[in-house]
């Protein structure tokens, strides 16, 4: 595709339920950002990708959250036991390197809503 | 702190007046400064990138100032449109990878 897609768009779940969210940056991107956007808050870094690794994951809330990316393409986000402080929108970006000049594109987000 | 703060929250214009927008910051180190425009239900999208030495960048009818000494940027709309309703967000790259975004400005352009 031509820009960054990520699934579902929504989704709803109830608190203590485990929940996945999958971005598929632009090919040939190798880095790959997630963001978090809550409601009148900026956007918070969770974890950035350079290819298949992740060499800073200080911005995950919690031990509850994840992320992996397979093949330096596509990247899950994984919330254990989710509560519901973690509402929000999961945004993902990819660039073509990490780079201070690189930009970012990023993806419609997934509105995660938990009950 | 690394902080980077927005002004006004939200703003309401008529289609065709101008408007500025504030984004001030205390980041270090600072690399560059981006604004985006988010419309809703959408991901941000890059309007202008600004590095230390650069004091305004233009990408059509956004303008968009830096003033790194004291660490104001400003992005200033011209002739507003209908379109043009969205929320800006100032973003700071600090260091390579490290990027600080603010919680934006909502703009609202009424026909």
């Known amino acids: 595709g031509a820009g960054v897609s990520q699934s579902p768009s929504n989704k709803v779940t109830e608190k203590g339920k485990d929940v996945e969210l999958r971005c598929d940056p632009i090919?040939?991107?190798?880095?790959l950002y997630w963001y978090r956007q809550s409601l009148g808050q900026g956007l918070e870094f969770l974890i950035y990708?350079?290819?298949?690794?992740?060499?800073?994951k200080s911005g995950l809330p919690s031990d509850r959250f994840s992320a992996e990316r397979t093949g330096g393409s596509v990247s899950t986000l994984t919330i254990q036991r989710t509560q519901q402080e973690d509402s929000a929108v999961y945004l993902c970006?990819?660039?073509?390197?990490?780079?201070?000049?690189?930009?970012?594109?990023f993806g419609p987000g997934t509105r995660l809503t938990v009950l | 702190k690394n902080q980077v703060e927005q002004s006004p929250q939200s703003l309401i214009i008529l289609e065709g007046k101008n408007c500025t927008l504030q984004?001030?910051?205390?980041?270090?180190?600072?690399?560059?400064l981006r604004w985006y425009k988010q419309d809703t239900g959408r991901g941000p999208v890059s309007l202008t990138i600004?590095?230390?030495?650069?004091n305004t960048k233009s990408n059509g009818r956004y303008t968009a100032t830096l003033d790194a000494d004291t660490k104001q940027s400003s992005l200033h709309i011209t002739a507003s449109q209908l379109s043009d309703s969205a929320s800006y967000i100032c973003?700071?790259?600090?260091?390579?990878?490290?990027?600080?975004f603010g919680t934006g400005t909502r703009l609202k352009v009424l026909a």
């Open positions: 970006a990819s660039s073509r390197t990490v780079g201070r000049a690189d930009e970012q594109f």
């Open positions: 090919s040939g991107h190798t880095a």
């Open positions: 990708f350079q290819g298949n690794s992740a060499p800073d």
């Open positions: 984004c001030n910051y205390t980041v270090s180190p600072f690399s560059n």
């Open positions: 600004m590095t230390f030495s650069e």
């Open positions: 973003e700071i790259t600090s260091g390579t990878y490290k990027y600080i």
